[in-house]
């Protein structure tokens, strides 16, 4: 016969192992979060941005060739930059969670919070070109049609 309280003993011993566990797991989580550093360029490699281990900026580095750009390409170079770099961290840090806790359910909230505020950079679209003029026809002698209808 099995004594209750030896297993209940072992239930308690299994708990806590299990907890232990758990905690060594997430604080490798974390020392491997803090260490993200994630770097984009724009503007041929004129603008570089850092963003660290929450996703925010922490550097931007500019090279002489920003001199050749214009005050507002500046602009728009930093935010392609930090742009392109938060893009990259829900990724690394998706990597990490699996490495580390797997696909718990902190775990996939983490990164989809991740997500949520970094989405994917939208490929920008090229502007439009100029009108095109109808083809057939068309003579582009409107003298014989009235404006009025």
Same mark, same amino acid.
């Given at each position: 016969?099995?004594?209750?309280? *030896?297993?209940?003993?072992?239930?308690?011993?299994?708990?806590?192992?299990?907890?232990?566990?758990?905690? *060594?797991?997430? $604080?490798?989580?974390?020392? $491997?979060?803090?260490?993200?550093?994630?770097?984009? #360029? *724009?503007? /041929?490699?004129?603008?570089?941005?850092?963003? /660290?281990?929450?996703?925010?900026?922490?550097?931007?580095? %500019?090279?002489?060739?920003? #001199?050749?750009?214009?005050?507002?390409?500046?602009?728009? *170079?930093? %935010?392609?930059?930090?742009?392109?770099?938060?893009?990259?961290?829900?990724?690394?840090?998706?990597?990490?969670?699996?490495?580390?806790?797997?696909?718990?359910?902190?775990?996939?909230?983490?990164?989809?919070?991740?997500?949520?505020?970094?989405?994917?950079?939208?490929? $920008?679209?090229?502007?439009?070109?100029?009108?095109?003029?109808?083809? /057939?026809?068309?003579?582009?002698?409107?003298? /014989?049609?009235?404006?009025?209808?």
């Amino acid at each position: 016969m099995t004594d209750p309280l *030896a297993n209940v003993q072992r239930l308690v011993d299994d708990w806590e192992r299990n907890a232990q566990e758990k905690a *060594a797991r997430y $604080e490798a989580m974390r020392q $491997e979060v803090e260490r993200i550093s994630i770097t984009r #360029s *724009a503007a /041929g490699g004129a603008v570089s941005v850092t963003v /660290g281990s929450n996703g925010i900026p922490s550097a931007v580095v %500019m090279t002489e060739g920003v #001199s050749r750009l214009r005050p507002e390409q500046v602009a728009a *170079a930093v %935010m392609e930059a930090m742009r392109a770099a938060q893009a990259a961290y829900p990724a690394e840090l998706a990597r990490i969670v699996d490495q580390t806790v797997g696909g718990t359910e902190s775990g996939r909230h983490i990164v989809a919070t991740a997500e949520r505020n970094f989405p994917p950079v939208e490929p $920008e679209s090229p502007p439009p070109g100029p009108p095109r003029r109808p083809r /057939g026809d068309d003579d582009g002698d409107f003298s /014989g049609e009235s404006y009025l209808g």
